[in-house]
């Protein structure tokens, strides 16, 4: 007889291993420069845990993270900004890059007179 697991059970467990390792990464290297990139997968395993890995081990998985915050912010957020001025529309745009191009292609042009390969 064969045992199957279920494919969640399997993932989960895969996740809670994933966890494990990002956690120790952190608690040997607390600064180190991939330290963000190990919380932000460290946040994600948990979310996906507490949702689909049915009943975590006691103490895999903590309800609050004891990692030490950044001393800067991680991301900056910026709202839209008004100016004033409509956009442009795709005409405006499409016309601009096709000027960019043709003088891009000029200098080109001439740069194979001076430029011997």
Request: glycine share 4%; hydrophobic share 40%; net charge positive.
């Amino acid at each position: 007889m064969v045992h199957v697991t279920h494919p969640v059970s399997a993932l989960a467990e895969e996740w809670r291993a994933r966890l494990r390792i990002c956690q120790d990464a952190i608690a040997r290297e607390p600064l180190a420069a991939q330290g963000w990139h190990w919380r932000v997968q460290i946040k994600v395993l948990r979310f996906l845990l507490a949702r689909y890995g049915n009943q975590p081990e006691s103490g895999s998985v903590p309800a609050k993270s004891e990692l030490p915050l950044p001393k800067r912010p991680l991301f900056v957020l910026f709202g839209a900004r008004d100016t004033g001025k409509a956009p442009r529309t795709r005409q405006t745009i499409r016309h601009t890059l096709e000027r960019i191009a043709k003088v891009n292609q000029e200098v080109d042009r001439h740069a194979h007179r001076y430029v011997k390969w």
